[in-house]
C-alpha cells in the first residue's frame, strides 16, 4: 500500500515540479531588481530542471522510496521561490535586506537538492542508461514545449551514458536543422554551450564536431561558441581527429573566422600549423580544400600571413595548384591570390617557385577544367603578374600568348572577356609587351571583336588596338591588311557600335605615320563622314582631317613642281 502511494506521489509531483521551475525560469529573465542573485538561481534552476527531467524519463525512478519525499521538498522551495519572485516582480517586499536572505536561503535550499539527487545517481540508485526518450514538440510547439525539450537533452548531456549522449545530440542536431529556436533556447540555457563544446573531446566527437558546425552556421550563434571556448577543442579534433570530424570542424572555423576578431585565437592554439598540415598530405580532398579556405580567411591579417610564409607555405600551394582535383586548385589558386594582393615579396616567391607556369597551366585550353577555374587563374596570374619585370618572359616561355589568343577567338563570353581585358593589361606592360603581341597575331584577332555584340568587348578591343599601334611595326601589319582599317572606317558610321573617340584615336595613331593609311583612308568613301564629326566637334577627326587636307595639298604642289 505504502508503496502505491509513493509512486503516485512520484507520478504527480515530479511534474508538478518540472512544470513550476520551467515557469520560474520565464518568469526570472523578467525581474529588474536583485540581479545578481537571480541570475545564480536561474542557473541553478536549469541544472535543477535537467536533473528533474532526467528522473521523469527514467523507468527504475518509480522503484526509490527516498524519491517521493525528496521531491515534496523540492516542490515546496519550488512554491518559496515563486512567492519570492512575484513580490521582486511587483516590488512588493519589505525590505531590502530581508529579500536578499530570503534569496540566499533559497539559493541554498537548491544546491541541497541538486546535490541530494546527484547522491541518488551515484548510488546507482537510478539507471541512467534506460530513460526514455521525450518526443519531439510538433512544428506548432509552443516555446515552453521546446525548452522543456532542450532541457531534457541538456540532462542527457550531463548524466546520460556515452550512447545516451550520442542519441540526444542526434536528436538535437535534427531539430536545428528544422527549427532555429531550439538553437535560441539552448543559448539560453547557462551551461548548454559549455556542454556542447566539451563533447568535442569527448567519445561522440563527430556528433559534437557536427552540432557545433550546426549553430556556427547561424551568425547570431557564432559569438557564443566563441566565448564557450570553441577554438580550442576544434583545433584539437583538426590534429587527433577522424577524417569526418576533421571536416566538420574546419568547416566550424571557416565559419568563425569570416570575423578576423577570431584569427589570433586560431593562431596561439597552433590552428595555422595544423591547417598547413593537412595540406601537406595525407588527407582527403574535401578536407584540404576546406583547409585552404580557412587558411585564406586568416592570412588577410599580415603577422599570420607572414607565418604561413616562412612556414614553406607558398610551395606547398603552388603544389596543390598543380593536383588533379578541381577544388582544391580553385582553392589553392585563391588562397595564392589573397596571399599576393599588395605584397610584391609574396609575388615574387611565388613566381620563384613556380607559380605561374602553375598558373598557366590551369588556363591552358586543353584541360578539361571549368570555366570559373580557369577565371580564377586567370585573375591570378595578372595579380601576380602585374608589377614583376620579368613576367612577360616567364609568360611568353610557358605558351601564355597562345592560351589568350585560343580564348578570344573560341572562348565562353565571360572567359573572353577576360581574356580580352588580359590582353589590355598585357598591352600597357611595356613596348615590349606590345611588340610580342603583334608578333604573336593579335592584331586581326582584336579588330573582329570590334563587332562583337558584347559592348564592352567592343571598347576594350579598341582600347587594346589603339595601345598596340604605338609601336610602328604593329602599324605596319595592321595597314597591310585592307579588312582591319575597312572595319575601324565602318565602324564609325555604326550607332553606337564602338566609342568613337577610341576609333578615331586609332585612325589619328595611323594618319599621322602611315603614308599607306592616309591613302587607304582617301580612296575608302569615309572621309566625307569623318568630315562630318569633324564639324561635330570630335578633336581627333579634326586633326584627321588637317592631315588628310594637308597630303592632298603636299601632293598637287609636288605634282606641279615635278610637271
Not at 578570344?408 to 588580359?422: I, Y
Not at 598585357?426 to 609587351?433: A, D, K, N, P, V
Amino acid at each position: 500500500m505504502d508503496e502505491e502511494n509513493s509512486t503516485t506521489d512520484h507520478s504527480s509531483t515530479l511534474p508538478q515540479a518540472i512544470l513550476l521551475i520551467s515557469s520560474l525560469i520565464s518568469l526570472s529573465h523578467s525581474i529588474k531588481v536583485f540581479s545578481p542573485k537571480w541570475q545564480i538561481i536561474r542557473s541553478k534552476f536549469q541544472d535543477l530542471l535537467s536533473n528533474l527531467t532526467a528522473i521523469h524519463n527514467c523507468q527504475s525512478a518509480a522503484q526509490i522510496p527516498s524519491l517521493p519525499p525528496l521531491l515534496d521538498s523540492i516542490l515546496a522551495t519550488l512554491c518559496s521561490c515563486d512567492g519570492l519572485a512575484k513580490q521582486c516582480l511587483n516590488l512588493s517586499y519589505s525590505g531590502k535586506l530581508l529579500m536578499q536572505s530570503d534569496l540566499d536561503i533559497v539559493s541554498a535550499k537548491i544546491d541541497a537538492h541538486i546535490t541530494t539527487i546527484l547522491d541518488i545517481y551515484a548510488a546507482g540508485l537510478l539507471a541512467r542508461g534506460d530513460a526514455i526518450v521525450v518526443s519531439r514538440p510538433s512544428a506548432a510547439a509552443s516555446m515552453e514545449d521546446v525548452r522543456f525539450y532542450v532541457v531534457d537533452l541538456l540532462s542527457r548531456f550531463r548524466i546520460g551514458s556515452v550512447e545516451m549522449k550520442k542519441q540526444a545530440l542526434l536528436a538535437f542536431n535534427q531539430v536545428i536543422q528544422e527549427d532555429e529556436r531550439y538553437v535560441t533556447v539552448a543559448l539560453q540555457l547557462d551551461d548548454f554551450i559549455g556542454f556542447l563544446v566539451n563533447l568535442l573531446d569527448g567519445e561522440i566527437q563527430q556528433e559534437a564536431a557536427k552540432c557545433v558546425c550546426l549553430i556556427a552556421q547561424i551568425e547570431c550563434c557564432k559569438s557564443a561558441l566563441i566565448g564557450a571556448g570553441v577554438i580550442a577543442p576544434l583545433i584539437r579534433v583538426l590534429e587527433l581527429g577522424d577524417e569526418e570530424s576533421k571536416k566538420l570542424a574546419a568547416t566550424c572555423l571557416l565559419s568563425v573566422t569570416e570575423n578576423s576578431e577570431n584569427v589570433w585565437s586560431i593562431l596561439s592554439h597552433g590552428g595555422i600549423t595544423a591547417l598547413l598540415k593537412i595540406c601537406s598530405g595525407g588527407s582527403g580532398v574535401e578536407l584540404v580544400a576546406l583547409a585552404c579556405a580557412v587558411l585564406k580567411n586568416l592570412v588577410g591579417v599580415e603577422e599570420v600571413k607572414r607565418f604561413v610564409v616562412e612556414e614553406g607555405g607558398i610551395s606547398l600551394f603552388v603544389n596543390l595548384a598543380k593536383c588533379k582535383e578541381e577544388i582544391i586548385k580553385i582553392r589553392s589558386v585563391d588562397l595564392l591570390q589573397t596571399m599576393a594582393c599588395n605584397d610584391e615579396y609574396v609575388k615574387e616567391i611565388i613566381i620563384e617557385e613556380g607559380g605561374i607556369r602553375a598558373l598557366v597551366r590551369v588556363f591552358c585550353p586543353k584541360s578539361t577544367l571549368s570555366t570559373k577555374t580557369r577565371e580564377m587563374a586567370l585573375r591570378g596570374i595578372v595579380n601576380i603578374c602585374c608589377s614583376s619585370q620579368n613576367s612577360l618572359h616567364l609568360l611568353v616561355n610557358y605558351g601564355f600568348m597562345d592560351h589568350i589568343l585560343y580564348f578570344l577567338r573560341h572562348g565562353e563570353v565571360s572567359v573572353q572577356e577576360l581574356s580580352l581585358k588580359t590582353a589590355f593589361w598585357l598591352s600597357g606592360t611595356s613596348e615590349e609587351g606590345r611588340k610580342v603581341m603583334g608578333e604573336a597575331g593579335f592584331m586581326p584577332v582584336l579588330v573582329k571583336l570590334l563587332d562583337s555584340k558584347s559592348v564592352e568587348i567592343r571598347e576594350m578591343a579598341a582600347e587594346t588596338i589603339s595601345s598596340m599601334i604605338v609601336v610602328p611595326k604593329n602599324r605596319k601589319k595592321f595597314v597591310q591588311s585592307d579588312q582591319n582599317l575597312g572595319l575601324v572606317l565602318r565602324m564609325l558610321e555604326v550607332n553606337n557600335a564602338v566609342n568613337k573617340n577610341l576609333l578615331l584615336s586609332i585612325l589619328t595613331s595611323l594618319t599621322s605615320s602611315s603614308a599607306a593609311a592616309r591613302k587607304k583612308i582617301e580612296t575608302s568613301g569615309y572621309l566625307k563622314h569623318i568630315e562630318k564629326l569633324a564639324e561635330a566637334q570630335f578633336s581627333d577627326a579634326k586633326k584627321i582631317v588637317r592631315k588628310m587636307s594637308s597630303n592632298r595639298l603636299g601632293t598637287i604642289l609636288s605634282g606641279i613642281w615635278h610637271s
